[in-house]
């Protein structure tokens, strides 16, 4: 075939009913997984192998043939081959003139070269048109079918029409094409497939730093200074006591550190009257992730009333009631209701059922299934005031449960406070400041400013 006709084969429209050939170089596991969905969904498949001979592996409706044969037979070109063998196609740089080369290949690192595959690619065979698709699904998922999870297929390349084609090919094999621009996006498409939940990393890490911190914290407070001082062996709390206080303790850090970013930023708006400046990317990230550390916030939330619920199973709760019991039938004496008391806990109780309610209804509104179905101002009225609403009640929720408690000699011991007091610093402080966000002298200017309103046009530059 001549270096014209592989042109017009590959620009031509589909008229007919009928798929185009599709040709895979390599037989390897995701040429064969891919050859075989493509026949499925009506290709004629044909391998550009190193090897022509047939093997049981390979799609039994698929023609096996050498590289230039295969590539005369199809205007497109699926490279199933790993980056480090892309020279052996110098060689057969006319016969894949004017095709269309899709990379589908992935790396061992993130940025491993200093260009993408894709462009690689490009740079090799000039007058070639090089798509990059397919490379973030598995050949396990295209074989075995678990497709759900990874329908989606970026692709991206400088020629429009290579592309469309591209995605045609997507859309037919049950996929859902993502347009991800020119062929400078492949470098970050390929390592997409490197990443291990970029956006949990920082919340992760800041979580286990704190849980450590806090379940050590209590040790020391509850166990050890017990023992020491007071001889009672309290090592049983390790079980279920400490983390009942670890647990609400970093709900409500990590709550109010949902919501401290957006103090900050608010503040670096108001200093610099402007919002057509970057903020720092350590702001910048921190509001990215802000989704997944009020996702961990609730499941620390709900561990908590997990562990309070189970409470009046426990020996040693028994234990001090019957003790109480006791003492009074020893001294013979009622002791009377204490209604502020009674008032303290009730209040405590019902402020912690409310609070966790709406941080369950924020949970369930960052669902993407569900913040799909609302508008915007719906979004943010549940993510900011219903969000804002449920801080309040869990840093209430804490106040009532300590109490005058908090402000007694006996909760410091080892002159340290108790970690409810600890738990309360971020979220006051967020709330502090919020509320002097709020005053009309501040907040009308920080209306104005992300309205597009400038205090001093030169930090727009
Ligand atoms: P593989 O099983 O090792 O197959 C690679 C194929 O490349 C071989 O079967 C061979 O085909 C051909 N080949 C090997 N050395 C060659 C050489 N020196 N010259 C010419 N051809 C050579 O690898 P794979 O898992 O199919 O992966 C292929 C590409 O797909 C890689 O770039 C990978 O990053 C990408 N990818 C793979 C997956 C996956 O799940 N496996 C997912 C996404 C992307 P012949 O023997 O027929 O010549």
Redesign the pocket.
């Given at each position: 075939m001549n270096k014209n006709s592989s042109n017009t084969m590959a620009l031509a429209p589909n008229t007919s009913n009928k798929r185009e050939t599709v040709c895979i170089?390599?037989?390897?596991?995701?040429?064969r997984a891919l050859g075989h969905k493509m026949i499925q969904s009506g290709y004629p498949v044909v391998?550009g192998?190193?090897?022509t001979q047939i093997s049981n592996l390979i799609p039994k409706d698929a023609e096996v043939l050498g590289h230039a044969e295969a590539a005369q037979k199809a205007a497109i070109i699926i490279i199933?081959?790993?980056?480090q063998?892309y020279d052996?196609l110098i060689p057969l740089a006319e016969v894949l003139r004017g095709k269309v080369l899709v990379d589908?290949?992935?790396n061992l690192k993130l940025n491993q070269y200093p260009e993408s595959n894709a462009e690689h690619l490009a740079q090799l065979l000039p007058g070639s048109k090089v798509v990059k698709a397919?490379?973030t699904?598995?050949?396990?998922a295209l074989q075995s079918g678990t497709l759900d999870a990874s329908r989606q297929v970026f692709v991206c390349g400088d020629d429009v029409e290579a592309k469309q084609m591209v995605m045609n090919i997507v859309r037919a094999l049950g996929l859902t094409p993502l347009d991800k621009g020119s062929l400078l996006a492949a470098q970050e498409i390929e390592n997409y497939?490197l990443q291990l939940f970029p956006m949990w990393k920082f919340p992760i890490f800041l979580s286990l730093g704190l849980t450590a911190f806090f379940f050590f914290y209590c040790v020391a407070l509850d166990i050890i200074y017990t023992y020491i001082y007071e001889n009672n062996d309290f090592s049983f709390f390790i079980a279920i006591t400490i983390p009942n206080r670890v647990c609400p303790v970093m709900a409500l850090i990590l709550l109010a550190l949902v919501y401290l970013p957006g103090i900050f930023a608010a503040i670096i708006q108001l200093y610099r009257g402007t919002k057509y400046r970057r903020f720092p990317d350590w702001l910048d990230k921190w509001m990215l992730c802000r989704k997944q550390l009020g996702l961990i916030a609730l499941a620390f939330a709900s561990l908590h009333v997990v562990f309070t619920l189970v409470t009046p199973m426990r020996a040693f709760a028994s234990w001090r009631t019957g003790k109480g019991i006791i003492s009074q039938v020893l001294n013979n004496k009622t002791e009377p209701l204490d209604h502020t008391n009674a008032w303290l806990s009730d209040s405590y109780l019902a402020l912690g059922i409310l609070g966790f309610f709406l941080f369950v209804l924020l949970g369930i509104t960052s669902l993407p299934s569900v913040s799909n179905n609302v508008n915007w101002r719906e979004f943010r009225f549940v993510q900011s005031k219903l969000g804002y609403l449920a801080l309040i009640l869990c840093t209430a929720h804490t106040l009532v449960y300590g109490g005058k408690w908090f402000l007694s000699p006996s909760a410091y011991k080892w002159y340290l406070p108790n970690i409810y007091i600890l738990s309360l610093i971020v979220p006051c402080a967020v709330l502090v400041v919020k509320f002097v966000l709020i005053f009309p002298c501040v907040d009308k200017p920080l209306t104005q400013i992300r309205q597009g309103w400038e205090r001093n046009p030169k930090y727009s530059k």
């Amino acid at each position: 075939m001549n270096k014209n006709s592989s042109n017009t084969m590959a620009l031509a429209p589909n008229t007919s009913n009928k798929r185009e050939t599709v040709c895979i170089f390599g037989t390897g596991d995701f040429g064969r997984a891919l050859g075989h969905k493509m026949i499925q969904s009506g290709y004629p498949v044909v391998y550009g192998s190193r090897s022509t001979q047939i093997s049981n592996l390979i799609p039994k409706d698929a023609e096996v043939l050498g590289h230039a044969e295969a590539a005369q037979k199809a205007a497109i070109i699926i490279i199933a081959i790993q980056r480090q063998h892309y020279d052996f196609l110098i060689p057969l740089a006319e016969v894949l003139r004017g095709k269309v080369l899709v990379d589908i290949s992935n790396n061992l690192k993130l940025n491993q070269y200093p260009e993408s595959n894709a462009e690689h690619l490009a740079q090799l065979l000039p007058g070639s048109k090089v798509v990059k698709a397919f490379n973030t699904v598995s050949a396990w998922a295209l074989q075995s079918g678990t497709l759900d999870a990874s329908r989606q297929v970026f692709v991206c390349g400088d020629d429009v029409e290579a592309k469309q084609m591209v995605m045609n090919i997507v859309r037919a094999l049950g996929l859902t094409p993502l347009d991800k621009g020119s062929l400078l996006a492949a470098q970050e498409i390929e390592n997409y497939p490197l990443q291990l939940f970029p956006m949990w990393k920082f919340p992760i890490f800041l979580s286990l730093g704190l849980t450590a911190f806090f379940f050590f914290y209590c040790v020391a407070l509850d166990i050890i200074y017990t023992y020491i001082y007071e001889n009672n062996d309290f090592s049983f709390f390790i079980a279920i006591t400490i983390p009942n206080r670890v647990c609400p303790v970093m709900a409500l850090i990590l709550l109010a550190l949902v919501y401290l970013p957006g103090i900050f930023a608010a503040i670096i708006q108001l200093y610099r009257g402007t919002k057509y400046r970057r903020f720092p990317d350590w702001l910048d990230k921190w509001m990215l992730c802000r989704k997944q550390l009020g996702l961990i916030a609730l499941a620390f939330a709900s561990l908590h009333v997990v562990f309070t619920l189970v409470t009046p199973m426990r020996a040693f709760a028994s234990w001090r009631t019957g003790k109480g019991i006791i003492s009074q039938v020893l001294n013979n004496k009622t002791e009377p209701l204490d209604h502020t008391n009674a008032w303290l806990s009730d209040s405590y109780l019902a402020l912690g059922i409310l609070g966790f309610f709406l941080f369950v209804l924020l949970g369930i509104t960052s669902l993407p299934s569900v913040s799909n179905n609302v508008n915007w101002r719906e979004f943010r009225f549940v993510q900011s005031k219903l969000g804002y609403l449920a801080l309040i009640l869990c840093t209430a929720h804490t106040l009532v449960y300590g109490g005058k408690w908090f402000l007694s000699p006996s909760a410091y011991k080892w002159y340290l406070p108790n970690i409810y007091i600890l738990s309360l610093i971020v979220p006051c402080a967020v709330l502090v400041v919020k509320f002097v966000l709020i005053f009309p002298c501040v907040d009308k200017p920080l209306t104005q400013i992300r309205q597009g309103w400038e205090r001093n046009p030169k930090y727009s530059k």
